[in-house]
């Protein structure tokens, strides 16, 4: 059987992608440099699970000799291997333009030369929309909601004119317009899913990537937590589980999907200000959180809430994890992997599962 190849299937997304893959009897290729905190933990875990169903190669998505070579045989690629942090961009724009923009690029020709039919799907971002600076926002309940009907209904869709902030914002939609492009020009099944904010197990986060896992250990460790601009902003933030179904659905549905976008998050459904996330954090951990406050940063959106319709029609995806219920869990993983105390009342998650089924 050939294998699956992902492209930093030993990052969060990646490694739960792998898992799910294996469990249905695939065999899968991991490319990853394992650069980042975690990721050489979430490869032993998905080896020790799933044994000689796993395949690691170690390599940098800029090593296009590496990379063409994991893809030469493989019978579909997920490519989440990308630099992901706004601030790294501005700080390194030369390294953020030859991973994000070349690692795709080398990827997209060692497919495209390979010939044949071998469907991509890119992990792109809601990045490439920018600030949204053109809408007008009334600020409720500690949260910003939409003056737009449309968008307060049913979010931000993908009909949106795109519009690049901050060298990541330029890179991550470049690339998403690459991949795009070479189902038009060359007849290539790729599809893109511009991903709002994902959270779940096996998630290392940082501040500047994985913020809701990133909010919960500092909780957990009884550390602040920094708040850029006034914490009113929302997201839509979408359980790892449902993201993996989303990938494993596009592969499925290439042929339906191929040279299509579509955005991948919660919804309003599961829109929530920083703010309110932090007030349920304190509820799962026992005491308020602390939070220091500093300014906006470049590129920062004070409201992103995905218009998933398209993918939900077009996927056929599975009804999204209640954020609260999602959050919860997360919290239960991160305390069990410190190995840190959690003090969640049994009333509190009764709570948030009655109100995930409301």
Known sequence: MAPILITGGAGFIGSNLADRLARDGHRVRILDALSRAGTERNLAWLQHNHGE??????????????????????????????????????????????????????LLEALRRRGGQVPLIFASTNKVYGDLADLSFTLSDDAYVPDDPAVR????????????????????????????????????????????????RRQMGTEDQG????????????????????GCQVRDILDVANAVDAYVQAWRRIDRVKGRAFNLGGGPANAVSLRR???????????????????????????????????????????????????AELARWLAAERRLNLPIAPEIVASSRRMAAS
């Open 53 to 106: 169903r796993i395949e690691f190669v170690r390599a940098d998505i800029r090593d296009h000799a590496a990379v063409a070579h994991a893809a030469a045989d493989a019978q579909a690629v997920f490519h989440f291997a990308a630099q992901v942090a706004v601030t790294t961009s501005l700080d390194d724009p030369a390294e953020d333009f030859a991973i994000n923009i070349g690692g795709t690029f080398a």
């Open 211 to 230: 913020w809701v896992a990133h909010f919960l250990i500092r909780a957990l460790e009884r550390r602040p937590i920094t708040l850029y601009g006034d």
């Open 277 to 327: 996330l932090l007030d349920h954090i304190g509820e799962l951990v026992g005491h308020p959180v602390d939070v220091e406050w500093s300014n906006w940063r470049a590129g920062d959106q004070r409201y992103f809430v995905a218009d998933t319709r398209a993918a939900e029609a077009a996927l056929g995806l599975q009804p999204k994890v209640d954020w609260r219920t999602g959050v």
């Open 153 to 200: 209904e049913h979010g931000v869709a993908e009909t949106r004119p795109l519009d690049f902030h901050t060298p990541y914002g330029v890179s991550k939609g470049a690339a998403d317009q690459y991949v795009l492009d070479y189902a038009r020009s060359f007849g290539m099944p790729t599809c893109v899913l511009r991903m709002s904010c994902i959270y779940g």
